[in-house]
């Protein structure tokens, strides 16, 4: 068992960054493959990023690549979500979410995540 806590979402300006950090509780944090999904109004839950418990493997969703990157402090139970170069289309709720039983090569897959935090809110204006 894992739960998990989001923070560090805003509003920001086009162009701008935000980091979102997500806590984990439990001493078997780094056993865990960490995600990063959103959901915009009306829309269906997507993937964002993910990151493997080792960290030797991030994926990326084609439109945040180049722009996000994931990585993780198993030392703190954390991982985070450093955003760049923003775009209004980027708001959404961000939900961190942990994976135990996950093979590398589908870290991407959502019905992979069987624990997931409450959202933090991210709102980019243009």
């Known amino acids: 068992q894992v739960q998990l806590v989001e923070s560090g979402g805003g509003l920001v300006q086009a162009g701008g960054s935000l980091r979102l950090s997500c806590a984990a509780s439990?001493?078997?944090?780094?056993?865990?493959?960490m995600g990063w999904f959103r959901q915009a109004p009306g829309k269906e839950r997507e993937f964002v990023a993910a990151?493997?418990?080792?960290?030797?493997?991030?994926v990326y969703a084609d439109s945040v690549k180049g722009r996000f990157t994931i990585s993780r402090d198993n030392a703190k139970n954390t991982v985070y979500l450093q955003m760049n170069s923003l775009k209004p289309e980027d708001t959404a709720v961000y939900y961190c979410?942990?994976?135990?039983?996950?093979?590398?090569?589908?870290?991407?897959?959502?019905?992979?995540?069987?624990?997931w935090g409450q959202g933090t809110q991210v709102t980019v204006s243009s």
């Open positions: 979410a942990a994976s135990q039983f996950v093979a590398p090569q589908a870290i991407q897959d959502i019905v992979r995540y069987a624990y």
């Open positions: 439990g001493r078997t944090f780094s056993s865990y493959a």
């Open positions: 990151i493997t418990w080792t960290g030797s493997r991030t």
